[in-house]
């Protein structure tokens, strides 16, 4: 019979972004990142929470820390604000922001707690997308290779794990939400720049790859990959054909780069014949196939997808990802659509949360196994977590029963996938403490501890603990044996 627990070393911890929980846009010289754009004109639209504030930790990081040692946290994952450390993007040092991270870090290992450091979490220095618009420019990756080099050169007696680039392939599919793109560009004829955007990114992440190894010894690093696995929506030939291809566009494309060195050839051939192939050098090339070596996949996983045959007969255009701003079940705006390719769809089997996301613990086992047995790499989870509306009760307590359920059932997801032979080496669910989601403001929350700030009003950003809190401190406290 399976051991109950997690192995001793399997790390036990949580995660964050920069932009999403640190506040302090703009103090002690850290200057604006597109998401405190992006996040202006969504607060200007929809109401919801500008980065400006977030979550606070910026001035709450000790106790934030606190509370992770109170849990157990033998890891917490975290981003840089590469405005924080070159406000320009390039050129002059902020010697604050500088310190801000080494004082977090040193806050962190005082605790017991390794720090997993993300390199790239959405946050493009404001000054480098006014310069030549980001990551659409070519020149971005010239200007990431010498924050990496700084970042990992600063911290690399700290950290030994690095993850570079955060989910470049949410990034394709939202790619508004995730860069600061003009609006002359969102006409539907330059969707192109959506790939090539990820091609820079991808050069960036072997360049970091290369850095890490580099600069720090023992030195880990991978990409924190937003990786949903797939399943056919019937069991008709072409509906499981849509879903190879759906996995090929949508996850083999990504993961094939960071361990083949290449890119996946069927998905490249659909982007070609349809001029969405991203240009690239000989020397491009020759940087993925040689220098691409990542040493872990970061799994982000939310929710599986489901995919179905989408016949080529002008009936349908090519689209993208849509979203659920409203929080009402079934308000999705729409489906990724590539006519005789796939096109996505709800799966009827399954439940969702109040944004449309699929739960689905069991196809954490899947795609574990599926990528275990396919790159034979190590896999660690950077995200994973249930978005919903908590209600702070009158006595001060947050009774977030369905939170733990989601946990429950992903880590004993986990679990199985380890009795199965795959070399997990940690969980870190979104996230420690609530903050800004991506799209949906503050009222989406994930954390285990509540901050208490609306939408509106950030307040004083007060912390709480969640009966979640309660829950998963028992859980490391048993190395996972104990999930009820
Ligand atoms: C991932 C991102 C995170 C995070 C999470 C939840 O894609 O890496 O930054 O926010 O999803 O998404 P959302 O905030 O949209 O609910």
Same mark, same amino acid.
């Given at each position: ?36 754009? @992006? ?40 981003? =840089? ?15 604050? /922001? ?6 977090? $870090? ?63 392939? =949410? ?16 006409? /539907? ?17 072997? $360049? ?109 255009? !090519? ?12 308000? !999705?705006? /729409? ?18 949360t109040d944004w449309d996301w699929a739960i689905d613990p069991q196809g954490m086992e899947y795609l574990l196994r599926d990528l275990y047995n396919r790159y034979n790499k190590p896999l660690i989870i950077t995200e994973n977590g249930l978005g919903a509306y908590d209600t702070l009760t009158e006595d001060g307590k947050v009774h977030d029963d369905y939170r733990i359920g989601y946990l429950r059932g992903h880590i004993a997801a986990i679990k199985r996938a380890i009795d199965k032979g795959v070399k997990v080496l940690g969980y870190n669910p979104w996230s420690s403490v609530d903050l800004l989601s ?25 912390? !709480? ?10 859980? @490391? ?8």
């Amino acid at each position: 019979m399976a051991n109950r627990q997690f192995p001793d070393e399997f790390l036990w911890g949580a995660s964050t972004s920069a932009y999403q929980v640190e506040g302090a846009a703009y103090e002690d010289g850290k200057k604006a990142s597109q998401q405190d754009f @992006i996040n202006k004109d969504s607060y200007e639209v929809f109401g919801f929470a500008t980065a400006e504030i977030a979550s606070d930790q910026y001035h709450h990081y000790k106790e934030d820390v606190a509370m992770m040692k109170e849990m157990g946290f033998t890891s917490y994952r975290f981003s =840089i604000a590469w405005s924080r450390i070159f406000p320009d993007g390039i050129g002059e040092v902020n010697q604050k /922001g500088v310190d801000y991270y080494h004082n977090l $870090i040193n806050e962190l290992k005082a605790a017991g707690i390794e720090p997993i450091v993300t390199l790239y979490h959405y946050d493009c220095p404001m000054a480098l997308v006014e310069k030549y618009g980001g990551w659409l420019d070519r020149q971005i990756v010239a200007d990431f290779e010498q924050y990496a080099r700084f970042v990992i050169n600063e911290y690399k007696d700290d950290v030994r794990i690095w993850t570079t680039i955060n989910e470049q392939s =949410i990034i394709v599919q939202y790619w508004t939400q995730k860069c600061y793109i003009p609006e002359e560009l969102l006409d /539907g004829k330059h969707n192109q720049l959506r790939y090539q955007i990820n091609h820079y990114m991808n050069l960036a992440h072997a $360049i970091a790859c290369d850095l890490v190894h580099e600069l720090v010894p023992g030195g880990i690093v991978g990409a924190p990959l937003g990786y949903s696995c797939i399943y056919p929506l019937t069991s008709a030939p072409e509906d499981v054909m849509a879903m190879q291809n759906a996995q090929a566009l949508r996850n083999d494309f990504y993961t094939d780069v960071y361990f083949k060195g290449e890119y996946n050839k069927g998905a490249m051939i659909y982007l070609q014949e349809h001029g969405l192939a991203p240009e690239m050098t000989d020397e491009d090339l020759e940087l993925l196939k040689n220098h691409s070596k990542s040493d872990f996949l970061a799994i982000n996983y939310y929710a599986s997808e489901c995919a179905k045959w989408c016949p080529d007969d002008g009936a349908k255009e !090519i689209s993208w990802s849509g979203v659920n701003r409203s929080g009402k079940k079934g308000e !999705i705006s /729409g489906f990724e659509t590539h006519p005789g390719f796939y096109e996505m769809c709800a799966n009827p089997r399954l439940d969702t949360t109040d944004w449309d996301w699929a739960i689905d613990p069991q196809g954490m086992e899947y795609l574990l196994r599926d990528l275990y047995n396919r790159y034979n790499k190590p896999l660690i989870i950077t995200e994973n977590g249930l978005g919903a509306y908590d209600t702070l009760t009158e006595d001060g307590k947050v009774h977030d029963d369905y939170r733990i359920g989601y946990l429950r059932g992903h880590i004993a997801a986990i679990k199985r996938a380890i009795d199965k032979g795959v070399k997990v080496l940690g969980y870190n669910p979104w996230s420690s403490v609530d903050l800004l989601s991506t799209s949906n403001g503050v009222k989406k929350r994930y954390g285990l501890v509540y901050v208490d700030r609306t939408d509106d009003d950030p307040k004083e950003c007060k912390r !709480i603990r969640k009966d979640s809190f309660y829950w998963y401190q028992k859980v @490391i406290a048993s190395k996972g044996s104990d999930l009820d």
